[in-house]
C-alpha cells in the first residue's frame, strides 16, 4: 500500500551509562591538611539492532547492528570533581553534547553504514500496468492509473499506439492485438487514479496504451447508456437504438439504421432473477472492419 520495496524495523537494546569514581582519604602534616585525592569516570553505551525486510516476501534481507561508546573522566579533589557527562534530557538542545548523545549518535551512525552496504540487495520492483493515455500535451501526458495500481514516481513504461485485433474465428476470443511502439513514458507525478508523466520519443495521444494495452479498451464512440435488466415477458423490439436499449426482449430484436466507424466497443450489463436466485452476466460488441467497408 506504501508503494515500497523495503521497510527497516528494529528496537534499542541497550541505552545507559556506568558512572565509577575511586579516591584516596585526606592526609596532614601538621596543621596543614590536604582534602581526599581521586578520579572519577562515566561511560556511555548505546546499542541498535534492525532489520531490512522484503515487504513482498517477508524475506529478512539484512541484520544490521549499530553501537556506540563515549567516555570521559575528572580528578577528584577535596571530593569535589569536574563534570564527566552531564544531565541526560532528550528533549534539550544539548542532548548531543552529553556522552549518553555522543553514544547515541555514534551507534546511529554506525547502523547507517550497514544499511547502505545492504541496500544492494533490496530488489526495486516496478508494477505492468494496463492503462490508456488519457489526455497528452507536447511530451506530457496523462494515464489513466495510479498509486492505487502500484505506480510509483520515477518509474518508466513503454507507450504503444493500439491496431488491429486478430480473433479466434471460432470463439471470436481476441488472440492478438497489433500495435506500434510511441516511445517512453517516465512518471513525475502520481495521484490515486492517475499519473502525469514525461514522454521520449512520441508524441503520445489520447487512447494509446501504457504499459500493455487493457483487455477492453475504451470505445472511441460516444458514450452509451447500458442495458437494464431484462424483462423475458416484453415484447420483441424492432429498430431499438444502439446502445439504447431499456430491456433486452426475449424474442428477435434488431438496431436501427447506424453507421458504424469499425471502432466502437459496447458491453451491456443482464441481470436474470428466478424467485429468489438472481443471475448476472454481460456481453460485448466489437466492431472492427471487415474489408470492403464492411463491418463486423
Known amino acids: 500500500m506504501l508503494g515500497v520495496d523495503a521497510v527497516i524495523t528494529g528496537a534499542i537494546t541497550q541505552f545507559g551509562r556506568d558512572d565509577k569514581k575511586v579516591g584516596i582519604g585526606g592526609a596532614g602534616i601538621g596543621p596543614l591538611r590536604i582534602g581526599g585525592l581521586g578520579k572519577s569516570s562515566a561511560k556511555a553505551t548505546v546499542k541498535i539492532d534492525a532489520r531490512i525486510v522484503d515487504v513482498t516476501t517477508g524475506e529478512i534481507l539484512q541484520v544490521a547492528e549499530g553501537t556506540g561508546e563515549s567516555a570521559r573522566g575528572g580528578v577528584l579533589v577535596g571530593g569535589a570533581v569536574g563534570k564527566v557527562g552531564g544531565a541526560v534530557n532528550m528533549s534539550s538542545s544539548n542532548f548531543s553534547a552529553t556522552i549518553i548523545g555522543e553514544a547515541t549518535r555514534k551507534a546511529v551512525d554506525d547502523l547507517t553504514r550497514t544499511v547502505v ?3 544492494s540487495r533490496i ?3 516496478k508494477v505492468e500496468i494496463s492503462a490508456l493515455v488519457a489526455d497528452a500535451s507536447g511530451s506530457e501526458a496523462t494515464i489513466s492509473v495510479g498509486s492505487s495500481a502500484g505506480v510509483k514516481k520515477g ?3 513503454d507507450v504503444v499506439r ?3 485485433e486478430i480473433k479466434d474465428p471460432a470463439t471470436g476470443r481476441v488472440i ?5 511502439p510511441v516511445g517512453t513514458i517516465t512518471i513525475t507525478e502520481v495521484g ?6 514525461q514522454v521520449t520519443g512520441g508524441p503520445a495521444k489520447a487512447g494509446d496504451c501504457v504499459g500493455t494495452c487493457p483487455s477492453a479498451p475504451a470505445s472511441t464512440a460516444p458514450s452509451q447508456p447500458e442495458a437494464a435488466a431484462p ?3 416484453r415484447a420483441p423490439v424492432v429498430g431499438a437504438a444502439l446502445g439504447a436499449i431499456a430491456a433486452l426482449p426475449s424474442g428477435p430484436w434488431a438496431y436501427a439504421p447506424y453507421q458504424f466507424k ?3 466497443h459496447f458491453r451491456y450489463e443482464v441481470r436474470k432473477v428466478d424467485g429468489k436466485a438472481v443471475e448476472t452476466s454481460h456481453y460485448n460488441l466489437d466492431i472492427q472492419p471487415s474489408g470492403s467497408g464492411a463491418t463486423g
Not at 492478438?176 to 506500434?180: D, I, P, Q, W
Not at 490515486?192 to 508523466?197: N, S
Open 231 to 233: 424483462e423475458p415477458s
Open 155 to 157: 518509474a518508466s513504461y
Open 262 to 264: 469499425g471502432t466502437e
Open 123 to 125: 530488489v526495486a520492483r
Open 192 to 197: 490515486a487514479d492517475f499519473a502525469v508523466g
Open 162 to 164: 493500439p491496431g488491429r
Open 117 to 119: 552496504e545492504a541496500s
Open 176 to 180: 492478438r492485438r497489433v500495435t506500434t
